[in-house]
């Protein structure tokens, strides 16, 4: 369980950084992130905040995706990002490593995974709710995709380091779970993140063929750590 009460507004702030970076490469890729990943942008991120969780850069292995699959324009490296991720987090019949708490916390419960109707996926509803936050209009994903419980996790962090308003007719923060944004960060840590996320890192650098799956695994477990 993460602490709140010894970390300041600067460890908050690595914490919203970390999950942002980690939720937005593990959303299936568009067309949008992907000068991001050509440019080199995300490397080097991944290198800066990977060393700031103690993890050099010869432990991520080679992040530089673009260069790895042989791709220098966008399409080419969409076209292999997306065929990796739909391998990874879709599959033909049942995905290689599920991205949804629900699905994981079913396995260990020994119940037939459901996505939405089943307690653990629900449990992130309501408390995504009690923080303000959502599904966005026009979606219809299960909030417990591991990229949406990292960006609750960036919200609050942010709000706690002081770098972002509560979002406007939203929750204040002492109307959050525990009262505060680091206290509900916790909270969710303890009855979520922590009870699933770190089979997810472990079974995904184990299945992931691609070194940027590899690289996202290694910092999500660190960090997790």
Not at 28 to 43: C, I, K, Q, R, T
Not at 80 to 98: D, H, I, M, N, Y
Not at 151 to 156: D, G, M, N, S, T
Not at 195 to 215: G, I, N, V
């Amino acid at each position: 369980m993460v602490d709140q009460m010894e970390l300041d507004a600067q460890d908050w702030a690595l914490r919203a950084t970390t999950c942002e970076l980690l939720a937005f490469s593990l959303r299936y890729p568009n067309p949008g992130v992907m000068e991001v990943l050509v440019s080199g942008d995300w490397a080097g991120a991944m290198v800066e905040v990977s060393e700031a969780w103690g993890l050099s850069a010869a432990e991520l292995a080679c992040p530089d995706f673009a260069a790895e699959v042989e791709a220098t324009d966008e399409t080419s490296v969409l076209r292999a990002l997306r065929v990796e991720a739909t391998r990874l987090f879709v599959g033909e019949r049942k995905p290689a490593v599920s991205p949804y708490e629900g699905v994981w916390r079913a396995e260990q419960d020994g119940v037939q995974p459901l996505l939405f109707v089943n307690p653990h996926s629900m449990a992130v509803e309501r408390f995504c709710k009690a923080c303000g936050l959502g599904q966005p209009e026009g979606t219809n994903e299960p909030l417990d995709h591991v990229a949406t419980e990292l960006e609750l996790l960036q919200y609050l962090a942010a709000l706690e380091a002081g770098l972002v308003l509560p979002i406007e007719g939203g929750v204040a923060p002492d109307a959050m779970p525990g009262g505060s944004a680091g206290a509900a960060y916790q909270q969710f840590w303890a009855d979520h993140v922590e009870k699933w996320m770190p089979d997810f890192a472990a079974a995904l650098e184990r299945d992931a063929t691609q070194p940027f799956y590899r690289s996202v695994a290694k910092l999500l477990a660190a960090f997790l750590k």
